[in-house]
């Protein structure tokens, strides 16, 4: 029975890569860390839970980056050979590394450094505010901020993945894994909702709001720009349109299916780009999924942006300004609150802990109402269109520091 069963698997999973690939997996608790070798992204679930002892529904486990970001076939195509991945299981939560060093701080303040009050007073009372202090005092060297390839500034990208040559390119691709995020958070919430279980009129509305997502998106090229400091005013746009593909950034989700295999492979390691823009389709229509039918019959029509409007939220520098919490005009802490990533890897590594916070919550209110509008057949086209911009553009979201990140319900 098990030789069946291993034929018929091997049969049925899609072949989409013929590179084999070495990645490193550990649990959410970072415990244990194993070497697997594999060609997919399920192949490496169904070792990567040999290894772990996980017995779970492949379907019902997820991999993750250690910056949080979740990772679909698509996504795990473009990943450099040995990068680490989070095995998540079902119920389980997964802390980022700046979550990781956020609570490891919190630890050590309490049980290793309590021997001396004054120590102890100083890291326990407002400790995000003492992260704040970093930002100020890590770096007040500018000569390199300016300097953008790596064979000019090889210490700031140490430890990166070697298809990155410039720094505007490693932070574009930040910002589309921050946007992209957004998108599997918003899947995963409306997916697991009464509605969507329950409502098959409301599921097929919703089904085709996230197949407009999805598509917009990729026009949008998961707003990358958004980082990336050649994109910094209007003036340095009018040389470079984000709407042609052949001016972006070989990562960018717009530009993957149009790459040689020669180039696909010198940079992502693959030599198929039939896993490109996702799973392999079906050829039968008749076993086609729902998610496919909704994007082929989708009524929502992807939106063209002007070249002007897609502009940075940095400076031509790379200097971040934070826009303050959610329910203030700007931030109280001025110019304290600033970073440039560009400037060295230490701020690199700092930036990670600011926020895109959504203004209007997306999970507790941007989704529910979406999904109440859908399950009373309500659901407009410019309430799709308005759900978009304000899940995954600045029209609601704002470049936050730790310290005025507020997570509380924004009422």
Sequence with gaps: MSLIVGCWRRLTETPVRTELKGYKVTDVNRTRKFGIACRSLQELKRKACAKLNVTTDLAEVNVFLLDGSLIDEEYFSTLAPQTTLIVQNPGEKVLSDADLLYDTLRRVNIDFLAAGDKASEFITENLKAKVAVLNSILNNDDSKTALTGRDEHPEWFRGLETNYTTKEAYLHRRCQDRIRGYLYKTIDQIKSSETFANDHTARKQL??????????????????YYFDRSRATIASTESVDERDSSTCYDHCPCRLSRLDDSTYFRLFGATHLSCVD?????SNSNSRTEEEDAENDCPY???????????????NKGEFRCGGVWNADNCAYGDRHRINPYRSREELILFSTWNLDHVIERSRTLIPQFLKLSSQGSAREEDIFALYDNLFTVKNLRLVHIVCHDKGTHK
């Design 207 to 224: 089904l085709y709001a996230i197949a407009f997502f999805k598509m917009q998106l990729k026009e949008d090229h998961y707003f990358g």
């Design 278 to 282: 996702g799973p392999m389709k079906r």
């Design 301 to 315: 029509k992807v939106r063209t942006k002007e070249r002007a409007t897609c502009v940075a939220i940095c400076d």
